[in-house]
Structures are given as structure tokens and as C-alpha cells.
């Protein structure tokens, strides 16, 4: 069913330049794809920090007016809980490790990728929304337009951003589409009778949990209609938390997504999900065991250790051309059937 | 500025049977307030729950077809932590101590309530979003439509329901307009330069806060342009968690909110907020000091001891004739100017 890149990691920090000489790339991850001009495109995570001091831990923040601000402390201070290597809190307040922002890097092949021409490769924080970074971006086409749907971190919380460009040239950003705790937002790339659909995934606080939603919307900017299409399943692979891959894929059977799932440990798998064609509320088939699994040296240990995190393909007939975080330190490739997966899920028999 | 009824508390829970024989009513509080039929109606939150037995603490759930499930336990079982007696605390699970309906009554002098004549008093949960009951409705007055903004709480989250009536006999349910966590939310009761309005409460995981912010929409059922126009302020009275009261007043000067912060202790008062008319993301004023605090017997003590709690009211001139809930348990009115919140807001003086 899964075919990984023989070249697995096919891009790592030292591929990258940071984006300040007195800063350092510590994961570049989770890409979303697309195609243009013939060529094959990744819009990379890139995640930085400033070069660490000897006995002390240092973490950026941008201001609104894109400027960066410091935060630094002492490794051994005890009001600091640094035991998740994500984030980092002090007296309840969160803070990320690293900033991110995304990076566009194209390819012929779609195995060797390399920085483009003639454009601008690096899209940065913009506004209050984004002070602690953007995150994990999916690149969904509509109306022959580039849908970029992102996580936006700051002190307001975590939300869905939406930027929108026709050429990588020129972009429209818009006001945050889904209100905090909210990521792992993918558009669907057409209307089904008459109404634009996303699936997301909003946190709950004591009541819910990490769950995929469906809305519906007029315009892609106002977002309502919300239900829980999928739960996380008490002790399985996805027992803590899942969210969406990217636009789901249409198949004659229904709309096949890609999923991630963590379980009690926090380790990253994915399974896949097909849902109603014509009411894509109705969850046909849910993958009972992954249909991917951190087994490679690259996905089992880097900076979090056990992800295979996804967010972006592109599809040729049966074969969906899947990249993926690993280990959110390095970029890889995997071939996946989609009949294969559709088998996987009893929906089909291919013998 | 303010002043109270003085027959306060106006309802109690004395003055409502529980929905079955075998329930105690714990709680009526946080009335929505409307004008209908020459009279003056409230909907009040009911909050119920079965007798409780010697030893044990019972809490009772809905399931989606409108049955009851009863879970119970021994009052010393240290598994559960009960020390917030609104809620209680199992392997990391929320339930709430108590389920919430919703329940009508009217007056003719806006001071002594009945139970209505002709009309169903009760609404309740309905479907599966709102298994753990409705709470906090707001009612606002839409192209002559009532709209009913209110919390739902289920094992999917805790979101914000809507329904419509025109007669308060028939009834529209849609579906989630605001997506978990969110709660507090009401409509302002006109467009704006084309659009529909609301103020809502999400709050965040880790990054951001229970903070109020803005929303745009198209058709009330859509929501999008999301952009934070409230903090919590550290230190301060609203420290913890602010909250919209109901629809906005129109004044000459800006939209003017009333709205709830909660400090520390969780001791809830009441602040304004002035909204400029034209475009009510600018916060043209805010409360430094509360407008309204607990200070009387059944503001202090009760089911949550030191909650005032508004999210209805009605205007006449100068006067808005608030109804709130006290100590999370009874009802009570006051009266406010306008005029003299705009003062103690410094924008205007009235000598």
C-alpha cells in the first residue's frame, strides 16, 4: 500500500539557508503541494530558533510589525518546563520552541528539489495572528486559484489563517476563517450542491477532545454548519488526537482523506477516512489500523521523536504522491495506492 | 448607575417545578430577555439534577433521543475531583454537575414572572451536540425574527447553538454556528456596511485565553473574519475570563456592551465596552473598574458564590432594565443609565 522514497530524507535543515545568519534551522517539515508551471512544489515548515548559548535556551517571537523579539533563560531554571522540546511553558503560559515560517522549493521530478527562480521563496508571519509563527500549510486549488489554509500561533491562540495568490507573486491574506483552538484545516476543491466544504480541528477545553469537523461555507471566508464527522478512539493508534491530511481526494466511492493520529504516546500515524460523495458528513469506511506507521530510522527519532505527519500530495490515477514530516525534523516521499487503501478499508476487493 | 430591584431575588427555584418528579431543581439563573406580545419574557437556564442519594453524587446526560442516563458515584470516591461544584472531574473528563434547559416565563411589569399561557414553557436539548444540555441563552431581534444564541454542551465539546421562532411556538434548529470551545455569544441586531455581526467567547489551549472576539457573516449561519477585540487584563477584575452579555445597545457614541469578566477567584462582575458604530473591531473605551459587583447576600452566596451574570436585557430611553444571575443559583434585576456608563467610561460628561 505504501511505497517510501528510496532517498528518504529527501530534505533536511542542511538543504536551507535560515533566515537570519545568527539563527538556526532545527526542523524543516510538513509540507504542502502543488503544481505550477509544469514543475512539482512543496511549501515547507521551516522552524528556527536563535543559535543556542552555552547553558541557556532561547526562543523568538516576531511583533506584529514583523520584528523579532528574544526570549532567553537559564536551561536549569525550575519555573520553566521544557520537557516537551515543542513548546515550552512558564507560569501557564505556552510558548513555541522554535518560529516558523514556510518555504517554497520546486522540482521537475518531484524527488530533488531545489530553491526556485524568479519568485520570492520565503512566506513570512503577517499581523497579530501569526507573532509565534505560521504552521503546516495546505495548498488547496479552487477556481484556478492557490488556497493556502495555515496555523496561526500567537498570544490570541491557535487559528486557521487564509492567504490566496494566483502566481506566488502576489497574495491576498484574509482574517482568520476558523476561530482559536483550530488547525489542520484542508478545503475541499469543489462545490457539492452548492456549498463550498473544510474539515478542521478544533480543541476542546474539559468537554470534547482533538476531533475532525466539517463546515460548509458560501465564500470560502464565512464558516458555518459545523459536525463532528470523527473522534479519536480510546486506546487505538488515534486515541489522542487526529487531523486532517490535505483536500480530500474524489474516488467514485466517496472522498478519500488521509488522517494522522496520535496515540497515548504521542506517536504519529496515519490512517485514512472515506467519506459521503454527495454528503461528506457521512463517514463511509475509517481505517481500524494505520495505513502508515513510523518504522524508518528517520520517522522513529529526531527533534519529537515516532511522527509520520502529512499534509500534502498530489495524485496520478491510483497513485497518490504523498510528502510527509518525519520525526518533524525532515522531509520525505511515499507512493500509496488509492485502491489499495480503498481495499484496506473493505470498500473494494482487489484480489 | 446601578440599582437594583427591590424585591431581588425576582425568581428562585422555588417558583419552577423540575422537569420530573425524581429531579431537584439546583439553579435558575442567566436569563435571555425579550419583548413579545405586550409583555416582557425571560428564558431562563434551569439547572437540574436527580435527588441525590445519602453518600453519593448523581449527575444526569441526555442521550441524542432525548432519553436521561444517570451517572453515579460514592460521594468519597477520590477518582473524582468534585471541588468545582459546577463541574466534576473523572479521568480527565468533564461532566457537568447539573443539566441546563431552558424554560420561558413573562410579565406585565417586568417585575413579578408567570408561567405562560398557551405556549410550551420548556425547551430542551435537542440532538447530539447538546446531550450535556443548553445553557446562557441570548435572544435577539433579527428582521422580526427571534434568534436564540446559546451554549451546548456535549461529549463533542462545548459550542454555540442557534435556533428561530417568530411565534415561540415553531421552532428552527441549525446547526453549530460556533465551533468548540466556544460560548457567550450574541448577534448584533443589525448589519453593518452589508454584514451580519456577533461577538463570541472561544477559548485556547495552551496559546491565548478566554478572550471576546469578533465575527462576520453573510446569512447568521456562516461565520468568518474573526479578529480578537478583547483581552482578559492581567491583575484585574477581568483577569481570568470575559464573556458578551447580550446584543449590543446602538448609542450615538458606539455600540455599548455590557459584559462579564471573572478574576482570580472566579468572582464575576460586570464591565462596558464601548464598539465603534461603523466598524465595532475598535474599542473606542473599556471598564477599568467594574460597573457592577457582587455585593449583596444573594450575589455572595449561593451555588457559586460571587457571580453577577448577565446575558439579557431591555431598553427604554436611558434605562436598560438588566436581569442576571446571582451566585449561579437565582434570578435578579437592576436598572442602569446608559448616560452614566458612558461617563464612567469618559465619553460623555454629564456634569
Known amino acids: 500500500m505504501v511505497k517510501r522514497f528510496e532517498r528518504n530524507p529527501i530534505i533536511t535543515k542542511k538543504d536551507i539557508l535560515p533566515s537570519r545568519e545568527d539563527w538556526v534551522i532545527e526542523c524543516v517539515m510538513n509540507p504542502g503541494v502543488f503544481r505550477f508551471q509544469e514543475k512539482i512544489w512543496l511549501l515547507l515548515r521551516v522552524a528556527e530558533r536563535p543559535k543556542q548559548k552555552e547553558g541557556y535556551i532561547s526562543l523568538p517571537i516576531y511583533t506584529p510589525d514583523g520584528q523579532t523579539k528574544i526570549i532567553e533563560f537559564d536551561e536549569n531554571d525550575p519555573t520553566w518546563d521544557i520537557s516537551d522540546p515543542r513548546k515550552f511553558e512558564k507560569d501557564g503560559v505556552t510558548y513555541l520552541s522554535t518560529i516558523s515560517h514556510l518555504r517554497l522549493m520546486c522540482s521537475d521530478d518531484g524527488f530533488h528539489f531545489y530553491k526556485p527562480e524568479n519568485i520570492t521563496d520565503v512566506i513570512q508571519s503577517l499581523g497579530n495572528y501569526e507573532t509565534y509563527g505560521i504552521e503546516d500549510c495546505r495548498v488547496c486549488v479552487i477556481n484556478e ?26 497574495f491576498i491574506q484574509h482574517d482568520m476563517i476558523f476561530l482559536p483552538h483550530n488547525k489542520d484545516c484542508a478545503f475541499f476543491e469543489e462545490k457539492i450542491n452548492g456549498l463550498y466544504y473544510a474539515i478542521s480541528r478544533p480543541s476542546g477545553v474539559g468537554f470534547g477532545g482533538n476531533f475532525i469537523w466539517l463546515s460548509t461555507s458560501p465564500d470560502l471566508i464565512h464558516w458555518g454548519n459545523h459536525k463532528c464527522i470523527m473522534e479519536t478512539r480510546q486506546g487505538k493508534w488515534d486515541h489522542q488526537r487526529i487531523g486532517a491530511g490535505t483536500s480530500p481526494i474524489k474516488t467514485i466511492h466517496g472522498w478519500l482523506e488521509i488522517y494522522h493520529g496520535a496515540d497515548k504516546n504521542s506517536r504519529y500515524c496515519l490512517g485514512a477516512v472515506l467519506l459521503d ?66 481495499e484496506s478499508l473493505n470498500i473494494i476487493s482487489i484480489g
Open 277 to 342: 460523495l454527495n454528503n461528506p458528513s457521512i463517514v463511509l469506511a475509517r481505517s481500524v489500523e494505520p495505513i502508515m506507521e513510523p518504522t524508518e530510522q528517520y520517522e522513529l527519532e529526531g527533534f519529537f521523536n515516532n511522527v509520520i505527519f502529512t499534509n500534502g500530495h498530489f495524485v496520478e490515477g491510483d497513485t497518490i504522491t504523498m510528502y510527509y514530516g518525519a520525526s518533524d525534523e525532515v522531509i520525505c516521499g511515499a507512493t500509496l495506492s488509492i485502491n489499495a487503501i480503498l
Open 145 to 170: 486559484e492557490y488556497h493556502l489554509t495555515y496555523t496561526q500561533v500567537s498570544e490570541f491562540g491557535v487559528g486557521v489563517g487564509l492567504r490566496k495568490t494566483k502566481n506566488w507573486i502576489d
